[in-house]
């Protein structure tokens, strides 16, 4: 198991940052990393909260949220075709801080599998998780100053 974690502060309350969160369709927009987040269905008034080991035999054909807490926590499962070859679990956590004012943004990745000493590249991922976070403050802070 290898893990990845990453951490920002931003100036924004933890609400503004969920909504940058689960516009996934506007990553392309402004992700660094520019990727696309398809397959994770997410609808913002849902509260599912489980633990992908649970399904494990499960094959998936993108990534699957596991656990949805609206502003708190949004984690899902991405795996390569077959258990256990390559399986990501990603998640953000927003706790609130000064007041809910700001938001304390984590973003950690886990990966396991067989592939794993083949193909991750843990000092690759934490810059582009930097990146990602800093994106995601200026997009949320951005959002939080425009709201009167």
Do not use: C, K
Request: without cysteine; negative net charge.
């Amino acid at each position: 198991m290898n893990q990845v974690e990453v951490f920002i502060e931003i100036d924004a309350p933890p609400a503004v940052v969920w909504e940058a969160l689960l516009a996934f369709d506007t990553y392309p927009e402004w992700d660094p990393i520019s990727r696309t987040i398809e397959g994770v269905a997410v609808d913002p008034s849902m509260q599912r909260t489980g633990d992908a080991s649970a399904d494990l035999g499960r094959f998936l054909d993108g990534p699957m949220a596991v656990t949805v807490e609206p502003t708190r926590r949004l984690a899902w499962l991405d795996r390569l075709v077959v258990p256990f070859a390559f399986d990501r679990y990603h998640e953000f956590h927003l706790e609130p801080i000064a007041d809910g004012r700001r938001t304390r943004l984590l973003q950690r990745e886990t990966v396991r599998g067989a592939f794993v000493p083949l193909v991750f590249d843990a000092a690759r991922v934490e810059r582009a998780f930097v990146a990602m976070n800093e994106a995601i403050a200026t997009r949320a802070e951005r959002r939080a100053s425009a709201t009167p």
